[in-house]
């Protein structure tokens, strides 16, 4: 297997194994007749737990949450010294900002520490440490509409620390599986690089989070989040028919990827969006007027801007090419200055042969699964030389390299334009084989960015360029 595809691969298994809470009933979990696979047939009717009493009663720490909590703080510390979370100061004070929002004044909990953040990943993703540490993804982030929405998120998660689901879920989960059945299980199915490494260090230090990550909350913890996440919403002053919303916005399958093996026993989406809806049906709350909801997307939009276009390079980087153009298409929306033209005009580069939506027929659970395996076994430039071997797919390529080349000559003729459009356009006109153009554009970001970290790369390309006849 060639490292791209590992990498892929090692990717797509992180989203498995960490999509804690929100994101269960959306999220895929590894092929049937895996090592997983089998280690989660050995119990098929998932045990229900009582929801724990409100967070200011008294929750009486056992042996076993304790050593669960020494494990998750270790896992926090590992995850920053992976470089796996966003470091940028604005988005991770804008994150404790609203999540500390949410929480009752005067609150204290023994064994949590609140922290808010970002992780570097662009399938849209959260979830929650017991020790008080929500994680939401950049590929989240980028996908929301405003701060009610990333409320909502965060009341989600928030709940399930107050109400120590965490723990609760960790016992009855101990009770089924062996540590070293679950390190067998994923460690057999766990890629080489740096994505393996990475489970593997989760593996060896929380495997019973990763396992509760894999199996889900049970049916009713899931509902008792999104409700008493909505209750969190009103009590902060959000308009909690957002959380109705943003549901919504995870049903986009963007990619092809929402296949459930497991989690049918918790709420799908639709359910939950039923249940919610009805729920603040019965509570009589008052929907927030549009124009205060728009200007709530423009302010977010406005904290958010520099981590949704790291999102856009991540999805880039991840072969989440559809995503990419979508999530650039959303701030060129918002703002079309030099910048988010030129990211929307990478992800159409990049977005090459492919449609920029998935057709319906592509949508269908029998199709995901056989573009999951293709996944795995191709890398992108072997999917893209497939695709341009047909009509359709040299038709597309057209198509979006001609938009490309508008998106980078719009961003290099606005106020401030990016030197990186130039860079961009080098690339472009590379592929299509106009050499001189390419080595023009090429020298014109060698010049405005004369500090470039790829200066000598691109000087390797345009001397390369030269010597071709």
Known sequence: MSSLSILKRGRSLIIRLFCVSLLTSVCGVGPKGTATAALLRQDQTQTTIKPQSPANEEFKFEKVDLELLEQVNLLDRRFEREGLVLDDQATVAYLNRVGKSLLPRGLKLENVSWNFRALRDPQP?????????IYVSTGLLALMDNESQLAAILAHELTHVLRRHSYLQ?????KKFLTMNIIAAVGAYAPGGVAGAVITIATAVAPFIVIATMYGYSRDLEREADLKGIDMMLAAEYPPEEMVNVMRLLNKDIEGENIRFFYNDHPALDERIKYLSSYL?????????????????????????????HD???????????????????????YPDSENLFWLAEAYRTL?????QLAEKELTNSAKKDAAKKREKRTVEEEERELLATPAGQENWKLHEKKAEELYLQATTRENPVAVAHRGLGMLYEKLGRSNEAVTEYQKYLELAPAALDRERIQKHVEALRRTP
């Open 281 to 309: 049906g019965a509570r009589a709350d008052v929907v927030t007027p549009q124009m205060e909801l728009n200007r709530e997307k423009a302010a977010y939009f406005r904290k958010m801007e520099p981590a949704m276009r």
């Open 312 to 334: 856009i390079q991540l999805s880039i980087n991840g072969g989440r090419f559809r995503s990419a153009v979508f999530l650039a298409d959303r701030l060129v929306d918002f």
């Open 170 to 174: 960790n016992r009855s989960n101990r």
């Open 352 to 356: 090459g042969p492919r449609t920029e």
């Open 125 to 133: 993703n959260a979830f929650a440490l017991p020790n008080g540490s």
